[in-house]
């Protein structure tokens, strides 16, 4: 079963910046990708950034150059470094792995963690 452990969320004011931490139940390479989604109050859960097993990273138009994602497999643990945040970052962000099988995907989630950015 894997788990997914989000933690670093936090209330800071715009301008400033917070880095959220994934920590994974087995070695984050085994993953095909893993990324980070967030969702606000009244509105659908959005894509953030992603990694894949080869390195590769994606972003959100809306985060780019302001956010980063890393990871550290050595901790089990997939990293978003956030700055320059602004208001509309607000919402409870989700860590999130695939992992594909012969009869599928599997994606699994974390539990969340809330970020909220006072203007």
């Known amino acids: 079963q894997v788990q997914l452990v989000e933690s670093g969320g936090g209330l800071v004011q715009a301008g400033g910046s917070l880095r959220l931490s994934c920590a994974a139940s087995r070695s984050v390479f085994s993953f095909n990708a893993m990324g980070w989604y967030r969702q606000a109050p009244g509105k659908q859960r959005e894509l953030v950034a992603t990694i894949a097993s080869g390195g590769s990273t994606n972003y959100a138009d809306s985060v780019k150059g302001r956010f980063t994602i890393s990871r550290d497999n050595a901790k089990r643990t997939v990293y978003l470094e956030m700055n320059s945040l602004k208001p509309e970052d607000t919402a409870v962000y989700y860590c999130?792995?695939?992992?594909?099988?012969?009869?599928?995907?599997?994606?699994?989630w974390g539990q969340g963690t809330q970020v909220t950015v006072s203007s």
């Open positions: 999130n792995a695939r992992l594909s099988r012969a009869s599928g995907p599997n994606y699994y």
